[in-house]
């Protein structure tokens, strides 16, 4: 299994400014991704995180917006740049320990732009 | 890319109903099936999963089905509670990419008492 802490759990933030949200795991991972949940839909994944290389984005997602940290095998950033109100959404971290594995999430950054 | 669907949006059942959910899958060399039960302000987590080799997987009230040929899985929650409300999420895998899970889009699952 996998424990992973991300935060903050929700932020209020204003037009224009970016917020970086944390992912940590308990144990070392090769593959961390990146999703999306808006309000009362599917997750859709924004980015695959590499450690030791660039993120993979998904297409209608790029690293202007979303820049994405992975420094090690245990912890990743995704930020949201210049923020608007469509960008009011959950984000969620999530690894996978295999091939063909359970995926396990983080509990979400609910996240409201002002 | 992979794309899976998922029947139907919303399903309201009777406590001690059963209750099934259907996905597709478009990627005939998809290997690996597996739910998500997601509650109201938390996070997804696995309920069941299944891969290629079987056609049928069993763990207490809940069972998942497999059909290669048609490309097509099924979640079955037998005699209902009410705390299995939730939204459930059905994911096959990436083409390219196993690690990466394509999610449906979810059914609302309202148990009624």
């Known amino acids: 299994s996998a424990v992973i802490s991300q935060k903050p759990s929700r932020d209020i933030c204003q037009r224009g400014t970016s917020l970086t949200i944390q992912c940590q795991v308990d144990?070392?991972?090769?593959?961390m991704f990146w999703y999306r949940q808006q309000p009362g839909q599917s997750l859709t994944l924004i980015a695959t995180?590499?450690?030791?290389?660039?993120?993979?984005?998904e297409s209608g997602f790029v690293i202007d917006k979303f820049p994405i940290s992975r420094p090690n095998l245990t912890f990743s950033t995704l930020t949201v740049s210049n923020m608007s109100p469509e960008d009011s959404s959950i984000y969620l971290c999530?690894?996978?320990?295999?091939?063909?594995?359970?995926?396990?999430f983080g509990q979400g950054t609910r996240l409201t732009v002002v | 890319g992979e794309n899976v669907e998922q029947h139907p949006s919303t399903l309201s059942v009777q406590e001690g109903d059963s209750a099934v959910i259907k996905c597709t899958y478009s990627?005939?060399?998809?290997?690996?099936f597996p739910w998500y039960k997601q509650e109201l302000g938390k996070r997804p987590q696995l309920i069941i999963d299944?891969?290629?080799?079987?056609g049928e997987k069993k763990d207490q009230r809940i069972a998942v089905t497999l059909n290669k040929t048609a490309k097509h899985f099924s979640l079955h929650i037998t005699e209902t509670q009410p705390e299995d409300s939730a939204v459930y999420f059905c994911?096959?895998?990436?083409?390219?990419?196993?690690?990466?899970?394509?999610f449906g889009a979810g059914t609302i699952l309202r148990v009624k008492s």
């Open positions: 999530s690894v996978v320990k295999g091939l063909n594995t359970e995926a396990f």
């Open positions: 144990s070392q991972v090769t593959m």
């Open positions: 995180a590499n450690q030791g290389s660039e993120a993979t984005y």
């Open positions: 990627d005939s060399a998809s290997n690996y």
């Open positions: 299944i891969r290629s080799n079987v």
């Open positions: 994911a096959a895998p990436h083409m390219e990419y196993g690690n990466k899970l394509v």
